[in-house]
């Protein structure tokens, strides 16, 4: 059983600084792409980071020179540096990886269960 689970979630006052991480855990054989989404209240799941296998690295224009997305080994763990952080980007991030558990299987994508970040003074 593969899990995602994510880290370092908090309050943070408007200009300051989290890292988000995400450790992947299980039956892992290996990771392909691994995203940051974040959720706002009553609204769908938004995609803010992403990175592929080979360190390629994408961002909406929303957080584009403010977050900074990050892997560590090919197996371990992926984190989300957000700098200059406001107030509308209070919200639950979650991780999301496409990951395959055997030689003999496709990749799979799996979610976190979110950590909440809240900005505001």
């Known amino acids: 059983q593969v899990q995602l689970e994510e880290s370092g979630g908090g309050l943070v006052e408007p200009g300051g600084s989290l890292r988000l991480s995400c450790a992947a855990s299980?039956?892992?054989?290996?990771?392909?792409?691994i995203n940051w989404y974040r959720q706002f209240p009553g609204k769908q799941r938004e995609l803010v980071a992403s990175?592929?296998?080979?360190?390629?690295?994408s961002y909406p224009d929303s957080v584009k020179g403010r977050f900074t997305i990050s892997r560590a080994g090919t197996k371990g763990r992926v984190f989300l540096q957000m700098n200059d952080l406001k107030p509308e980007d209070t919200a639950a991030y979650y991780c999301?990886?496409?990951?395959?558990?055997?030689?003999?299987?496709?990749?799979?994508?799996?979610w976190g269960k979110g950590t909440l970040v809240t900005v505001s003074s």
């Open positions: 990175i592929s296998r080979g360190d390629s690295t």
């Open positions: 999301n990886a496409d990951i395959r558990t055997s030689i003999d299987t496709g990749y799979v994508n799996y």
């Open positions: 299980g039956s892992i054989f290996a990771i392909d792409n």
